[in-house]
């Protein structure tokens, strides 16, 4: 993030916002496609390979079969994506510029499959201090190139270079460390009759249209809009959705860690910690969400020219109505995270199947419509009927994450801070001014609200106190 936020606006200059709105599109195409072509492997080879088992040879059967399934999911994708560029099908539909987009999607695809297999396998094995900073490797290999090829003419094109020789690089520096602790050669070799492979390939099904819900609530409002309302609304529309989606920081998170917590709770029945626990984090990302939403509503027309330039003022109005969405779907995020940490993928499925129909249903009426503005609308709507249906799974499920939320007292605090930040925003001239006074400013009468209200009690207080890690304490004491 801190290597994205400078370079982000580059970016954007440099392209323009009708290549800006070709290269959203483009990356809405590969998030949709990438359910497919990765075909749950990522989820797949981390939830098996970190079994522990009788077998001593099962982490290289598991690497191996996954490797496999890998190879056959991406190489038809890959094939398929080429032909529809080939065919001239891609150029009828989206443009003549669009068909070499598609070439280079495609050989993105393998690139990103080896690297999300060699970043698994390196997870699940425990060696997350290698897996991890190999992403970090690959934004700074990615945005020089991106950067450099878009500044020298190539454009969007160039940009996709950019993530193809940053993916490849990055699978080929994490396969070079997996060769220390299991045989490469595993992918070669079938394993046993008895390795359970109806388990696996059934939890990748499953796992297949989870995140395929997810993703096209994610990609819908971008994969109709550019064709409908054309690549300048795309554009301005995707740079209001990368700022509106950075409240999405701290849940995402949470979301990261609860599967864990929550998958060994749930296997010693700890079902009222369950709710407790769903209930502290529930409210905490309601409130952190919430001080972010509310800093970004008053700030937009001060940020959003600074950061993207002048022509971007457009993006102020669908970023401001993405919020509310965005809101709810940061707070739904943990109570998914741990519904699958208990396995009750169907009843996921089927909650979020409702706002993905909602979702998809009220970006066709009303995109035609309004271009940019009707897409926000729908999309915030989608993203917030997310809680109302993954409160009701969670019920269904076994756990209340709703018990302790306090949403009163966390609005109240939210409304307190909106009148003095507002005005205070308004009367200072100076949008640099303004960003630099207004947020630490607004953090104080948020926080000291909350207080007060009893959005954050001091038990609270003296519980975060205590689980922060002595390191972080011994740096602000």
């Not at 607004?442 to 959005?455: F, H, S």
Request: aromatic letters at 12%; charged letters at 10%.
């Amino acid at each position: 993030m801190l290597l994205a936020f400078p370079l982000t606006p580059v970016l954007v200059r440099t392209l323009g916002s009708a290549q800006y709105g070709e290269y959203a599109f483009m990356l809405s195409f590969l998030g949709v496609a990438w359910v497919f072509v990765n075909g749950g492997v990522f989820d797949g080879v981390r939830k098996y390979i970190a079994e522990d088992r009788a077998d001593e040879h099962w982490q290289n059967y598991v690497f191996g079969f996954y490797f496999r399934i890998a190879i056959l999911f991406v190489v038809p994708s890959s094939i398929v994506v080429a032909l529809a560029a080939y065919s001239g099908v891609v150029s009828s539909i989206l443009g003549t510029q669009f068909t070499t987009f598609f070439y280079l999607v495609g050989l993105l695809l393998i690139a990103r499959q080896l690297r999300a297999v060699g970043r698994s396998v390196l997870m699940g094995l425990g060696n997350e201090h290698l897996s991890e900073p190999l992403l970090i490797a690959e934004k700074f290999v990615f945005w020089p190139i991106a950067i450099g090829l878009a500044a020298a003419g190539v454009g969007v094109a160039g940009v996709l270079i950019g993530h193809i020789a940053a993916a490849f690089l990055t699978a080929v520096a994490a396969f070079v460390l997996l060769s220390r602790s299991l045989s490469l050669s595993s992918v070669f070799h079938r394993a046993p009759s008895d390795f359970p492979r109806r388990t696996l390939l059934g939890f990748n099904n499953q796992t297949i249209v989870l995140m395929f819900l997810l993703n096209s609530l994610l990609y819908t409002d971008i994969l109709l809009l550019q064709p409908i309302a054309g690549s300048d609304q795309a554009g301005y529309y995707q740079a209001a959705l990368v700022v509106a989606e950075f409240l999405w920081v701290v849940p995402i998170a949470a979301q990261t860690v609860l599967l864990h917590t929550s998958s060994e709770l749930w296997s010693s029945d700890q079902q009222e910690r369950i709710t407790t626990m769903s209930a502290t984090v529930t409210r905490y990302v309601f409130l952190v969400t919430m001080l972010l939403s509310v800093g970004i509503a008053v700030l937009a027309d001060s940020f959003v020219p600074l950061y993207y330039g002048p022509d971007f003022e457009a993006s102020i109005t669908p970023l401001r109505l993405l919020l509310v969405g965005v809101v709810g779907y940061s707070v739904a995020r943990p109570i998914l995270a741990i519904g699958q940490g208990k396995g009750a993928l169907r009843a996921l499925i089927y909650a979020t199947s409702g706002a993905v129909a909602l979702n998809l249903l009220l970006n066709i009426i009303l995109i035609p419509l309004y271009g940019m503005r009707g897409a926000a609308v729908a999309t915030s709507i989608g993203y917030g009927s997310m809680l109302v249906f993954h409160v009701w799974c969670a019920r269904r499920i076994g756990f209340e994450p709703l018990s302790d939320l306090r949403v009163g007292r966390i609005l109240a605090a939210a409304l307190v801070t909106t009148i003095v930040i507002y005005p205070l925003d308004a009367a200072i001239a100076s949008s640099l001014l303004s960003l630099l006074v207004v947020p630490p400013i607004g953090l104080v009468v948020y926080v000291g609200t909350a207080i007060a209200v009893g959005a954050l009690d001091h038990d609270d207080i003296d519980d975060l106190y205590e689980r922060t890690p002595d390191r972080v304490v011994k740096l602000f004491s």
